[in-house]
């Protein structure tokens, strides 16, 4: 009896110790660079600081170019990179919509001055994400850092691992899955769509020919339809509207008050709906009573998420311009 509970103890601190190892050996930890350059986080801060000021609106553009990155070859900095072919993950049909690459540079550019050729690109990405949402009056978390930048940006890739907003459950799901984030990840980093705006491109469909027979989406709220018609015409590319009208600019669970009542923008904001872990999040973290658990929850998932297939120790690159390799 003893032997067999020795053998069961064992067994337990094996898995724990696989557990622990998973989390870490891809070499991100907080504090990365306390020694290398111990004003990154610092500087960093000041531009965004800087640049919230004048643009508060870069806040939704930045937050997702973080996610555009880590889901295409993981969180490398690809999405950075320019080809001089136009081939390059920005050139894909999801990203064009990206903004803020200017203030990538400029972050960079302080960087390179106080610690030259130190801290990558893709980890610029990871800091500025929670910067900008605590800009915004959202939750802080302690950002992971390590990574190393890719040298390859290819615009197919966007285009296979990046869900679209006309995405149903099943694929959100199974795109979150192969990426090692849960339906609970899908569903807290869907509540960044609480800050932004969209082109009315991305959902059109859903007010105007949703099936091909000029009908609408049946689960979209009758009255946003009709509000949204008002500031989108057919084939409208250009126009941009709110993802949480009212609250667009700060960061908060509105989001989840405007899903549990038919008014998410996309599909994918409606597929919230038809899962029972996804639909529970959704009705328990609508305003108020579940703000404070999603700005918690949101900081973990940003975590989870930014560790994606990360390059670390001597793989990849620290570039000394983001948008170019060495």
């Given at each position: 009896m003893a032997t067999s509970k020795l053998i069961f103890l064992l067994i337990q601190g094996i898995l724990l110790l696989s557990v622990l190892d998973c989390a870490f050996a891809q070499?991100?930890?907080?504090?990365?660079y306390a020694k290398s350059c111990p004003k990154a986080e610092?500087?960093?801060?000041?531009?965004?600081?800087?640049?919230?000021?004048?643009?508060?609106?870069?806040?939704g553009p930045l937050?997702?170019?973080?996610?555009?990155?880590?889901f295409v070859r993981g969180c490398d900095?690809?999405?950075?990179?320019?080809?001089?072919?136009?081939?390059?993950?920005?050139?894909?049909?999801?990203?064009?919509?990206?903004?803020?690459?200017?203030?990538i540079d400029?972050?960079?550019?302080a960087l390179e001055k106080a610690c030259p050729r130190v801290v990558s690109c893709s980890d610029i990405l990871a800091i500025?994400?929670?910067?900008?949402?605590?800009?915004?009056?959202?939750?802080?978390?302690?950002?992971?850092?390590?990574?190393?930048?890719?040298?390859?940006?290819?615009?197919?890739?966007?285009?296979?691992n990046l869900p679209p907003p006309s995405a149903n459950i099943t694929t959100l799901k199974s795109s979150f899955a192969q990426k090692g984030l849960s339906a609970k990840d899908l569903v807290v980093l869907s509540g960044s769509h609480t800050?932004?705006?969209?082109?009315?491109?991305?959902?059109?469909?859903?007010?105007?020919?949703?099936?091909?027979n000029s009908d609408t989406d049946p689960t979209l709220d009758n009255n946003y339809i009709a509000k949204l018609k008002m500031k989108c015409k057919?084939?409208?590319q250009k126009t941009l509207v709110e993802m949480d009208p009212g609250s667009f600019k700060t960061f908060d669970g509105s989001y989840y008050t405007l899903v549990a009542k038919r008014r998410g923008l996309f599909q994918s904001d409606a597929a919230l709906l038809d899962d029972s872990e996804t639909k529970a999040y959704v009705k328990d973290h609508a305003i108020p009573k579940g703000e404070a658990s999603f700005l918690k929850d949101f900081g973990v998932s940003m975590v989870n998420m930014g560790r994606i297939e990360v390059l670390t120790g001597n793989a990849g690159e620290i570039r000394k311009v983001c948008s170019k390799i060495n």
């Open positions: 070499g991100l930890k907080v504090g990365f610092a500087v960093v801060k000041k531009v965004i600081a800087q640049t919230m000021a004048v643009a508060p609106s870069l806040s937050l997702r170019m973080h996610f555009h990155d880590c900095g690809s999405v950075l990179l320019n080809s001089s072919s136009n081939q390059a993950e920005k050139d894909a049909i999801p990203n064009l919509s990206l903004r803020g690459y200017g203030v400029r972050v960079k550019s500025v994400a929670r910067d900008v949402v605590v800009a915004a009056m959202g939750g802080h978390w302690d950002v992971e850092t390590g990574r190393r930048d890719g040298n390859v940006s290819n615009m197919i890739d966007a285009l296979r800050i932004g705006t969209s082109h009315c491109s991305s959902f059109n469909n859903r007010i105007y020919n949703f099936t091909g057919p084939n409208d």
